[in-house]
């Protein structure tokens, strides 16, 4: 097939031919159209090296021809060169300016117009930047009769521009939401445990819904103490001890104090025993014992002989009071203790198998004790009262219990002895 460049107007008349419906010979359309497809493949650009680097173009045959007509137009019309900027006599006559001149021994930037001038000891002025005729202050903003932007004007009145807000930003403290006596939707909680969850306010919102009222060391002894009672010895008697640690680490326990109180709650014996052995932890927080209580304290076996005395044919009521026997190496018939913590009605109310003194105090008697440093004069107290209140059932059970226990002795010693002849 020889090389015919395609005929514009054969084209455009096979175009035309085309829109007007009437079909053409397909053999000429078919080398019209290989025409068009060698002519296209002929004139392709050479590919590219992909080793060479792209870099521009240096002589003037590799220019395009849009890029010789644009030179070719800069020759023709050359650009204006712009007169320098120059100062406005009012402001030569002005004087300096308000702001006072800063430091230059530290490098800081000139905000002109169009361009940023670093100025100081390791930077220069280029002169190609800064015009002869203009006088530009190396403390502060250009001086020139250009308006300045907002945000500089902000600066030099002592304002604050965007950038100030955004980059330094006050932490603004919440507001601490007091609560309300809709937030306290619950009721079976105790006040004293929202006290220490939320916080005074709450808890009192609480006592009022519930109609209570806070209790206090006044009110915490009318509880437990009976007024104008008799202060001697009575047949039941209460007893407590703090401890103190000894030993390794401290773990080891020796008496402190040793506090009794009659049945109506009256002290009848209340005194600080001073150690046998160095002491290791005090249990403050615990025990409220600080060393200028014990270091002139009464000595132990005094108080063992005195404590001993007074518990002789008495019934001795306490919480979990084995270990306060057992600490002051002493005996005591247990037909004649009244333990708290042993007691099975009162395991049944607050449901727990080892209550403490202080759950039993709070849900029996309504009563806060051992907040903070504990007392055995009022742990005593409280152990006496919850034992006054079922007195009479509780040594009822004793009575029973003892009764029944004799019973079965005396009918298995009657019972005869298998293989024994009556």
């Known amino acids: 097939m020889s090389n015919v460049k395609p005929n514009k107007s054969a084209s455009a008349a096979t175009a035309k031919a085309g829109q007007s419906g009437k079909k053409g010979n397909a053999k000429e359309r078919k080398r019209s159209w290989m025409q068009n497809k060698h002519y296209a493949k002929k004139n392709k650009p050479p590919p590219k090296d992909p080793g060479k680097p792209n870099i521009p173009p240096k002589d003037a045959q590799e220019f395009s021809a849009n890029w010789k007509q644009l030179l070719g137009l800069l ?64 403390n502060g903003p250009a001086a020139s009769n ?41 009721d079976d909680v105790d006040p004293d445990d929202v006290e220490e969850a ?105 108080v063992q002989k005195e404590v001993a005395d007074i518990l002789k ?40 198998s080892r209550p403490s003194l202080k759950l039993l105090s709070k849900k029996i008697l309504n009563v806060d004790v051992q907040k903070g440093e504990h007392s055995s004069v009022q742990d005593a107290q409280a152990t006496m009262r919850l034992y006054t209140i079922v007195k009479k059932r509780w040594e009822a059970d004793i009575r029973d219990k003892y009764r029944k226990r004799e019973s079965y002795k005396e009918h298995k010693k009657e019972a005869p002895v298998p293989g024994e002849h009556v």
Not at 100 to 113: E, I
Not at 313 to 341: C, E, F, M, S, Y
């Open 75 to 138: 020759k023709d019309n050359p650009p204006e060169k712009k007169e320098p900027m120059k100062q406005s006599p009012a402001l030569k006559t002005a004087g300096p300016l308000t702001n006072p001149p800063k430091d230059t021994s530290k490098n800081h930037t000139t905000h002109t117009q169009s361009k940023t001038i670093k100025t100081g000891e390791n930077a220069s002025i280029p002169n190609k930047l800064v015009p002869e005729d203009s006088q530009v202050n190396v």
């Open 146 to 186: 250009q308006p300045q932007s907002k945000a500089i004007k902000r600066k030099q009145e002592g304002g604050k521009t965007f950038s100030d807000h955004t980059t330094k930003k006050k932490k603004v403290a919440p507001e601490e939401k007091k609560p309300t006596e809709a937030d306290l939707w619950f």
């Open 198 to 302: 939320f916080g005074a306010e709450a808890a009192d919102i609480m006592r009022k819904k519930k109609g209570i009222q806070k209790s206090s060391s006044k009110d915490t002894e009318s509880a437990l103490v009976k007024e104008r009672a008799f202060e001697g010895i009575t047949r039941a008697v209460a007893m407590d001890c703090e401890m103190v640690g000894v030993g390794p680490d401290g773990e080891d326990s020796i008496v402190a104090r040793v506090s009794l109180v009659n049945q109506f709650g009256k002290c009848i014996y209340d005194k600080y025993v001073k150690p046998t052995e160095e002491v290791i932890d005090y249990r403050t927080p615990f025990s409220g014992i600080r060393p200028e209580d014990i270091v002139n304290g009464e000595e132990v076996l005094t």
């Open 313 to 352: 044919g008495r019934v001795l009521v306490g919480h979990a009071v084995h270990n306060d026997i057992k600490i002051l190496l002493l005996d005591h018939p247990k037909k004649n203790i009244r333990d708290t913590q042993k007691y099975k009605p009162f395991k049944k109310e607050v449901k727990s």
